[in-house]
């Protein structure tokens, strides 16, 4: 399942539970960073906290979680959080399987969406999955198989 762009939803929770794999976006800031911009609280309210990805993923419990979508917002003074960063925090929430791209991965790069989905599925069918990928939109509830 992919949840896209959204804030912690249980429609993610109903679609995603016991998935073979659920792809999650993930927004992060610096508390101090957070405390000091209204913009960044701004764009932060429209993302998902590490800590409320880690609650979806302690709910749904799929088999395999990604984060996908990763926000990292800096300031002049204040660095960026980091993928270690947003780990720590998912933890806090979460214990099972985390995969999160690095920097020069295959997050930051062009890439074809279908294609890294469709090597996906072909991990998961031949580690005894079903190889399918379900795509939930939260925001008007459609369901796409």
Do not use: C
């Amino acid at each position: 399942m992919i949840s896209g762009d959204t804030r912690y939803d249980q429609n993610v929770i109903k679609y995603g539970t016991g998935a073979d794999l659920l792809v999650h976006e993930v927004g992060s800031a610096r508390p101090e960073l957070l405390a000091a911009s209204v913009p960044v609280q701004r764009i932060i309210a429209h993302h998902t906290t590490p800590r409320e990805a880690g609650m979806v993923f302690a709910q749904a419990k799929p088999k395999m979680t990604v984060y996908s979508h990763l926000v990292f917002l800096a300031g002049e003074t204040i660095a960026e959080q980091t993928p270690e960063d947003i780990i720590a925090e998912t933890r806090q929430s979460y214990d099972g399987p985390l995969m999160v791209g690095e920097a020069q991965g295959w997050v930051q790069k062009p890439f074809n969406e279908s294609l890294l989905l469709g090597e996906i599925a072909r991990v998961l069918k031949s580690n005894a999955g079903t190889g399918t990928i379900t795509q939930h939109n939260p925001i008007d509830s459609r369901l796409t198989v």
